[in-house]
């Protein structure tokens, strides 16, 4: 399993929401790493070592959140990556996801720093 | 009498022994007695009724069978006969062998020599005892029936009035004898007497003749007339007894039950235990289609379709059973074929003996109430898909407006750190804030829209613009840190009436829709004329839609299926299809998976106010 023990994997197909999360969390002395759809990131992941947390949005184009994360437990190599699902809808809609947490928007970014700091 | 001529008149001796042949076979006691009282004759009628032989009783005086008290009687009877007079016939008492006293009617005749003088007394006696007792009870029946019981004369006089009739009529019995009957039938009735007694003088009954009779007091009464002739002695019709019921209850009953069974909604039809129908009221008429005489006569069966045939074994079996069948929804057939829908009540017919002899049946016309039931589950069904639909939007609504809140929420974090570090803060960050609350504020001016689209009060406000300056006011909107570049290629004279804020909407989304699925390519917006049209093209070079979801795209908001590929159209394209279509216009998408897609516009130049209410009326 890989080294990038401070690298943090942001996966939200919304721009901004994108670079603020990222731009934040660097703020915060994390390295990110930010891709706009699943397919993307699932690309990174299979040919990189594994970040310490995911941080996944449900809903986008291409490859949606929880297409990726069912690729991830597929695959033995991806499934023991801390993930945490940021989504716009309401909780249950992540249920299936084996997710550590579920964070609703607009985000509580506090809560989200304090599991990305237990993690990484 | 041997050789009796026809020819010759009797002797005397042949008429005496003709006499005695007739007194010797009488049924009626003949009993002669001389002048003096001694017995001379007693038939074998006169043995049967005393008690005594004809061998003991001649001889003996006539105070053989006259009671002590009575002696005097016979004394009288031969005083009188001796002195020419003529005694009709008397009701007395005699007694027999036994010393029992018997009431009889006595004949008497005088027996004359030819010189005139009294030789003796004929008696010809009938028992009564029996008659008189009879008459005793009848007397008490009349005396204490309800019924009116009046005798009349063949002129109609009273001469009897029971209590009953007092009671009936009003008038007491001492007004009422003596009267013509008269005074009881009403004014329009009075031939109806006329008949009764031409009835009666022919000694003919007449029974349960239903009419109407006048009361002192002028008040009608129903009455049910039974009238038999009554005779004398001889057989002679000599009046008529006449007994009448009162049957007002009755006949308001009955008629307040026929007026209820012929004004009933309800089919209402009886039959006999074999299922032939015995009446039928005018509701079934209308219900079925058959008349009453074309039904009554016929099998019940032939308003019940040929697939339920075992119903009707079924119910007649429990109607044998005595059993009542209580609102049985069922279908019967009409004359023309149609089917009915109808709730039976079905009720066994009892005869006076309580033996059950048919059925009534009371048929509902339901099949109003089964389509209004039919309309009402499928307006619950139509309520329910609508609530559905509803609560998608809400999910919908609050996943596109939390996205721009999000944005918002971490600007405001990444200003705030700028604040906390004594940075400068970035004012592009300040510009991207304002627009995501603009953005914000068009999602929930969207929301309104849709609310205003889908009750029918979606309003155009027409302006007279260029729509090419409008295009490239909303290219420089989106220049500003796009991800993807704009690309315009647009007829600069494109001018024309349409609402500028709706048009700007449409041009906003499909822009909006293009970046976001465009793949970071670059995005073209063409717009060009015809005379009559404006079209306005976006072309990207993204995902493209797959076919599958093409028929969708347009729908109200797609699905909120977390698990499905997420094309995020939200409601933008319905808003859009529903601002083009109110310009008069269309929308069409040209796609490839893969390749990207090309959503083109086509507007009408000028938006007339009619247009507008001939799409709101066809797409309502």
Known sequence: MGSYQDEVMVVEDEQESREYLAQLLKLEGFNVRAFSNGAEALDYLNGSEAPCLVILDIRMPVMSGTQMRAAMLRDPKLKKIPVVVVTAFEPPAAASLAALRVFRKPLDFDALLGTVREYC | MGNGGQEKPLSSGDIGSLAAAIVESSQETIVCTNALGIITLWNPAAEKMFGYPAYEALGQSIRLIVPRDLHREEDDLLGRLSRGETVESFETVRWDMSGRRLEVLISASPLRNAAGSLVGVSRIMREIGAVKRDGALLHAIVASSEDAIVSKTLDGIITSWNPGAEHMFGYTAEEAIGQSIRIIIPPELQAEEDYILGQIRHGRRIQHFETVRQAKDGHRIDISLSISPTKDRAGV?????????????????????????????????????????????????????????????????????????????????????????????????????????????????????????????????????????????????????????????????????????????????????????????????????????????????????????????????????????LIGEIADRFSIDSQSRIVLEVDPHIDGTWDRIRIDQVITNLVTNAIKFGRKKPITVRASRTSDDAIVMVQDQGIGIAAENLERIFERFERAEVRSDSEGLGMGLWITKQIVRAHGGMVVVDTELGKGSTFTVRLPLETTPEAVEWVRTKTK
């Open chain 2, 237 to 469: 019709v000599n009046g008529a007894a006449k007994i009448a019921r009162d049957i007002t209850g009755r006949t308001r009953a009955q008629s307040l039950l026929s007026a209820i069974v012929a004004s009933s909604d309800d089919a209402i039809i009886s039959k006999s235990l074999d299922g032939t129908i015995t009446s039928w009221n005018s509701a079934a008429e209308r219900m079925f289609g058959y008349s009453a005489s074309q039904a009554i006569g016929q099998s019940i069966r032939m308003i019940v379709p040929p697939e339920l045939q075992s119903e009707e074994d079924h119910v007649l079996d429990q109607l044998r059973r005595g059993e009542k069948v209580d609102h049985y929804e069922t279908v019967r057939a009409a004359k023309d074929g149609h089917r009915i829908n109808v709730s039976l009540t079905i009720s066994p017919i009892r005869d006076a003996a309580g033996r059950i002899v048919g059925a009534s049946k009371i048929a509902r016309d339901i099949t109003d109430q089964i389509k209004l039931a039919g309309e009402r589950e499928a307006a619950m069904d139509k309520l329910s898909e609508t609530l559905a639909g509803r609560d998608e939007f809400i999910a919908i609504a609050a996943h596109e407006l939390r996205n721009p809140l999000n944005v918002l929420n971490l600007l405001w974090r990444l200003m705030n750190r700028s604040v906390a570090d004594a940075t400068a803060i970035d004012p592009t960050l300040l510009d991207r804030a304002r627009r995501q609350l603009a953005y914000v504020s068009s999602l929930v001016d969207r929301l309104l829209d849709m609310t205003r689209i889908r009750s029918g009060t979606f309003d155009l406000y027409l302006e007279k613009f260029n729509l090419s300056e």
